[in-house]
């Protein structure tokens, strides 16, 4: 049988590796890093993650928990990486970053029927079976020859990450541990702002320096990772109706709810290391520290990471990708990950594992799959081939894009729930009459 190609060892390229090299299929793996990073990236592991160590709720009552639980179903490899690197984090799945990814790392390197080729690829080869996963930071070369291929001029946006600090270096005196509503265990550190310190901390990021990003003519932020100061610019209030809302926190020491809190999440499973949640940004490293040590608790923080801010390409999926993530001109290519329009690392990864399947059909000579509407990953697929959208934009999975239950109920967690409960058991269905859960 022919090798399939893969292109890019992120999320995505290693979730369809693994599906085909599971069902039997040789892959050729290509990967550019570490010989050519990214803006973005910093290391050489497959499947990096350079915005945030969470992976979003992790219950049925939210869409992104419900496509979790579907690919846990369909023997993912990327969700037994992050359920083996899991750190405590309330009611989200976050995980020990660089763990998860040596977890991946060494699971594909250690594979038969992978062959790993460290060089950048600049143009998309000949084969019957090529899966382009290259990542929303795909290298100019490649991109080009994307658009050569598309037709279609693919869209960009900004994308940030947030600043990590040392937490030996935090003054525990000042915050406080617990999670929101109590709800899971006390997994984020609480800096908690009076009005005078939130309004001198907002006067200060409004006023602070950004760094200069080349090379782009338009700032076109993603609503989902904004960065701090974009969203503070928009209103004195913004930010803490976002990030730094306090509601559901009391402060232990005052018996009462802070006028705003600024949350810190482990970053590590050791807890060591804590990311600043909502505060993705693009200032100068100097004015991240000078700005960032205003808050209560952080005057004499140390940064293991700088916030960073960097491209994020994708194409015009409505126009030239069916739901099956195989171009519409050219069935022998298909796509995966960031690059096709989804937002983020989970729907990333579901896209690779849909396209790894497909493939293997696809070699098989039998029909492709388009996965249920009821389903989470379904409603993903979808979405990306069935947008009406004149102005196509990323978007995590979310249940408007799942197909509705049909009846009114009035609690939204219960009307979830049970959206959920279909969607698995439907998915359970289709897997058995599809034969497609069955790997080596």
């Known amino acids: 049988m022919e090798k399939v190609t893969v292109i890019g060892a992120g999320l995505a390229g290693c ?257 060591t290391l804590l990311n600043l949640v909502g505060f993705q940004t693009h200032l100068k490293r100097g004015e991240q520290k000078r700005v960032f040590r205003l808050i209560p608790g952080l005057e004499h923080a140390e940064f293991a990471r700088y916030g960073v801010m960097h491209r994020n390409s994708f194409l015009n999926a409505p126009r030239v990708l069916r739901a099956d993530f195989r171009l519409r001109e050219k069935p022998n290519i298909f796509f995966a990950g960031q690059v096709t329009g989804v937002e983020g690392y989970l729907e990333s990864a579901a896209s690779g594992l849909m396209a790894g399947i497909n493939v293997f059909r696809h070699l098989q000579g039998q029909d492709t799959l388009v996965f249920p509407p009821e389903t989470a990953l379904g409603g993903l697929a979808r979405h990306l081939e069935g947008s009406p959208s004149v102005n196509f934009q990323p978007m995590n999975i979310n249940f408007g894009l799942i197909l509705p239950l049909g009846q009114k109920i009035k609690s939204k967690k219960e009307k979830n729930q049970k959206i959920s409960l279909r969607a698995l058991t439907v998915l359970n269905d289709f897997i058995e009459n599809n034969f497609i859960g069955k790997t080596d």
């Open 15 to 271: 979730e369809a590796t693994w599906q085909l090299a599971q069902r039997g299929i040789q892959v050729e793996l290509f990967e550019m890093r570490p010989k050519k990073l990214t803006p973005a990236h910093q290391t050489g592991l497959f499947a990096e993650l350079v915005c945030s160590n969470s992976l979003r709720a992790a219950g049925l009552e939210n869409a992104v928990g419900l496509l979790k639980e579907e690919m846990r179903q369909l023997n993912s490899l990327i969700m037994e990486a992050a359920d083996a690197a899991a750190v405590p984090a309330g009611g989200a799945l976050a995980v020990d970053r660089k763990f998860f990814s040596e977890v991946i790392t060494e699971k594909i390197s250690a594979h038969p029927n992978v062959n790993i080729i460290l060089e950048e690829v600049t143009e998309i080869p000949e084969g019957k079976g090529i899966v382009v996963a290259s990542g929303p930071l795909t290298s100019d070369q490649l991109a080009e020859d994307i658009l050569k291929m598309t037709g279609e001029e693919a869209l960009s946006f900004f994308d940030a990450a947030a600043p990590i600090v040392d937490l030996e270096t935090v003054d525990l005196s000042k915050t406080f541990w617990a999670s929101r509503y109590s709800k899971g265990e006390a997994d984020y550190l609480n800096c908690p702002m009076t009005r005078e310190e939130y309004e001198i901390f907002y006067e200060a990021l409004i006023q602070a320096e950004t760094a200069d990003v080349k090379g782009f003519e338009k700032n076109l932020v993603f609503e989902g990772c904004m960065p701090i100061e974009v969203m503070a610019a928009r209103g004195l209030m913004t930010m803490a109706f976002g990030p730094l809302k306090p509601v559901g926190i009391t402060d232990p020491r005052t018996g009462k709810t802070p006028f705003a809190v600024v949350q810190l999440r482990k970053e590590n499973i050791q807890g």
